[in-house]
């Protein structure tokens, strides 16, 4: 087995739509919704979550999720294993954080790894892509009773929201991208594609004029049917074509949108982070965090490697190299990091063994997951995996010391945002439901000198 950690000193709705003004009023009110199913704050919980913040009691403020769809290799990645019989072509590199090896394919990662917490025993109970990346995502198994809220959908719910622009945001996003689940659409992610080019239908095609004539008039017929009780129970429950109408109007007219403009960074700047949509997208991050953003994902794909496994993931962390170097070094940069939570992950691993066609598959039995910033323990190795593959696969788990469920990693995101993620809320089907079933991993968070 490897040495299983290594870690440095520090170790809602509105009746008219006559204004402006109160589209912006109403449409501010509307993400306040969902709150009667609340349950009081378990005062031990509080107690164990405010003991695990850091000694300034400084909460994160935004969550920025790497999404790497497909399910990188832990072993091309952040776990190699070279001159082994799993290890394939890949070989090792010493890092900025003293005793841990990561792949040769990310020379930049290494020299921030002093600024992580790498665990690299990640398990799930999900080996399908759609399942393992609803699990991941939303830190539930699939239920075909209930659609669970993404992690960014749930820090939006338990937040106000208090900027002009959506707070939940998805970059480049291809399968699941997040959810609001039983939480409701209003908390779906805005998705957007590359930020080099401007999000589409932002600007109105007719003059101002005119847009406000039509503001206008949609306004008097919606009035007219509500009066006669034709809308506001199909609003409200199924279309909400109000609360939409007016989020994207207070959206288009604010100033908060430019932050997805990473042209207007300097040359320098953008050159760090690579030319590409992913290298971009992390630094939209940046921006959009930077107004107020709760959770952003950037997505990756193309880590699905049956075949070709290492010259698939050599171009793949190449991309993924200079974009996540350049999204630590400039979140430190911009005193960030402290207030900003990054994960890196896919929905599982790959195998230890190498098939025929030089690829791996799916493999969620011990793989990768990469946290930096916030309160957690930065230049820490959690957990290890083990240098042959088990001869009963059935026993896998037998390979992973220390192992960290998926349930517990979103448990233990939760709580660095001050949150109860035992309270439970009522679901539409009557069920209540706390927001996750895991527990709080304290060998992760800082510990408190």
Same mark, same amino acid.
């Given at each position: 087995?490897h ?13 008219s739509?006559?204004r ?27 107690? =164990?979550?405010?003991?695990? %913040? ?10 920025? &999720? ?11 990645? &952040? ?36 600024q ?22 939303s ?6 009773t ?18 002009e622009?959506?707070?939940?945001i ?32 932002l ?13 206008s ?5 919606? =009035? ?56 971009r997208?992390?630094l %939209? %991050? ?25 010259? &698939? ?6 991309v993924? /190299? ?23 992950g ?70 660095t945002?001050?949150? /109860? ?12 439901? *706390?927001l ?9 968070? *800082?510990?408190?000198?």
């Amino acid at each position: 087995m490897h040495q299983s950690g290594f870690h440095s000193a520090e170790c809602p709705s509105f009746h008219s739509m006559r204004r402006r003004s109160f589209i912006r009023s109403a449409s501010a009110a509307a993400g306040l919704g969902f709150a009667s199913g609340w349950t009081n704050v378990a005062e031990l919980l509080a107690r =164990e979550v405010e003991a695990l %913040a850091d000694g300034n009691k400084r909460r994160p403020k935004s969550l920025i &999720f790497l999404w790497m769809q497909g399910g990188p290799s832990q072993l091309e990645t &952040f776990d190699p294993h070279p001159d082994t019989k799993i290890g394939g072509e890949t070989q090792a590199i010493e890092t900025s954080l003293k005793g841990a090896r990561i792949s040769s394919l990310l020379p930049q990662t290494a020299e921030v790894m002093h600024q992580a917490t790498l665990i690299r025993s990640m398990v799930s109970k999900e080996g399908d892509h759609e399942r393992a990346t609803y699990t991941m995502k939303s830190g539930w198994r699939p239920d075909p009773t209930l659609l669970h809220p993404s992690i960014g959908a749930v820090l939006c719910h338990q937040s106000e929201n208090n900027i002009e622009i959506p707070r939940h945001i998805s970059i480049l996003s291809g399968q699941w991208p997040g959810r609001g689940g039983y939480m409701g659409p209003g908390f779906d992610a805005f998705q957007v594609g590359d930020p080099k080019y401007p999000i589409a239908n932002l600007k109105s095609r007719v003059d101002e004029q005119r847009t406000e004539r039509r503001l206008s008039d949609l306004s008097e017929l919606m =009035e007219v049917e509500f009066k006669r009780g034709r809308l506001r129970d199909l609003d409200q429950v199924r279309t909400l074509h109000e609360t939409s109408t007016a989020r994207a109007t207070r959206m288009m007219e604010s100033e908060q949108i430019d932050a997805f403009k990473v042209t207007d960074e300097p040359s320098d700047v953008l050159a760090k982070f690579g030319d590409t949509p992913f290298g971009r997208g992390c630094l %939209a %991050a940046i921006r959009l965090v930077q107004q107020g953003v709760r959770c952003v994902e950037v997505e990756l794909s193309g880590w699905d490697t049956h075949a070709r496994n290492y010259e &698939f993931h050599r171009s793949r962390c190449e991309v993924l /190299d200079a974009g996540l170097y350049g999204l630590i070094t400039e979140l430190e940069a911009r005193g960030m990091l402290d207030d900003t939570i990054v994960v890196w992950g896919g929905e599982f691993g790959r195998t230890p063994k190498i098939n025929v066609a030089d690829g791996r598959d799916h493999w969620p039995n011990g793989f990768s997951t990469v946290l930096f910033g916030g309160p957690f323990r930065r230049g820490y190795v959690h957990g290890a995996t083990a240098l042959e593959l088990p001869s009963d696969e059935k026993g896998a788990l037998a390979g992973v010391s220390d192992a960290v469920t998926v349930e517990d990693l979103h448990a233990t995101i939760l709580s660095t945002f001050g949150i /109860d993620f035992k309270q439970e809320l009522q679901t539409p089907i009557g069920r209540p439901l *706390a927001l996750s079933q895991g527990k709080i991993c304290k060998e992760l968070l *800082a510990v408190k000198g």
